[in-house]
């Protein structure tokens, strides 16, 4: 069986009222335009919207030494994928293109958004992530 994948853009981070949670919001760029909210832990969305707002940091932040590492080594991601929604928890990957071939990497998802925030890199989901959700 394939597997569907949508491609989405990452819209923002968000805090949740009442809890106070804060959400990573991922956005489906054509169809049906759906929205993904992915619960994330403060350090992670601090590290999102800092991507996103292009702040510069006077010493590299850990999703900054990670691209930094990447670029030194040659390798691109070449995309992010959240790949599954199992018992409330998103789980995603990170395809990676090596001198040796491309590598899949699973990742917490705040960590995959932060990344491809930092190197531009296209986010997709899984159909049915987004229909889980």
Request: charged letters at 25%.
């Amino acid at each position: 069986m394939s597997v569907v994948v949508v491609e989405m853009e990452l819209v923002g981070v968000r805090v949740e009222i009442p809890s106070s949670s804060p959400i990573a919001l991922l956005r489906e760029v054509g169809g049906e335009r759906r929205v993904l909210p992915i619960f994330i832990g403060a350090p992670e969305a601090t590290a999102i919207a800092f991507a996103l707002e292009e702040v510069v940091t006077p010493r590299p932040m850990t999703h900054d030494l990670f691209r930094e590492v990447l670029d030194d080594l040659g390798v691109s991601l070449e995309k992010v994928t959240v790949t599954e929604l199992h018992e409330g928890v998103f789980h995603a990957e990170l395809e990676l293109n090596a001198r040796d071939g491309v590598h899949t990497v699973s990742s917490r998802p705040s960590d995959a958004l932060a990344l491809a925030a930092r190197t531009g890199s296209p986010i997709f989901a899984h159909e049915e992530v987004l229909a889980e959700a």
